[in-house]
């Protein structure tokens, strides 16, 4: 059974900045893309950004291009999410989740998922 633990929310100002990890045991990190999914209040959940296997290919939604950074380190089991210039419509739960394949931008393609880590950007 695959693991993966988010960590590194919290409440955070507008224009502030946060880096979140995600943390895999149970499997060999680099055989898996890695995509960072968020829950806003009352919306669906939808995807942020992926990290091919091999850490060469990102891809980014609209809203997060120019202030979301990920990356990833395989030898520490662990991806990162760095965020930027943080806004109100960014707060949410962020899910990270784990695909045998690389990216896709289909959700259920993504069959390991974590419990989420909240993020709140507000004043």
């Known amino acids: 059974q695959l693991q993966l633990v988010e960590s590194g929310g919290g409440l955070v100002q507008p224009g502030g900045s946060l880096r979140l990890s995600c943390v895999v045991s149970r499997f060999t990190l680099a055989y898996y893309a890695i995509g960072w999914f968020r829950q806003a209040p009352g919306k669906e959940r939808e995807g942020v950004s992926c990290i091919s296997r091999s850490g060469g290919s990102t891809n980014y939604a609209d809203s997060a291009k120019g202030r979301f950074t990920i990356s990833r380190n395989n030898a520490k089991n662990t991806v990162y999410l760095q965020m930027n210039s943080l806004n109100p419509e960014d707060t949410g739960v962020y899910y990270c989740?784990?695909?045998?394949?690389?990216?896709?931008?289909?959700?259920?393609?993504?069959?390991?998922w974590g419990q989420g880590t909240q993020v709140t950007v507000s004043s």
């Open positions: 989740a784990a695909r045998g394949s690389d990216c896709s931008p289909s959700q259920t393609d993504f069959r390991s």
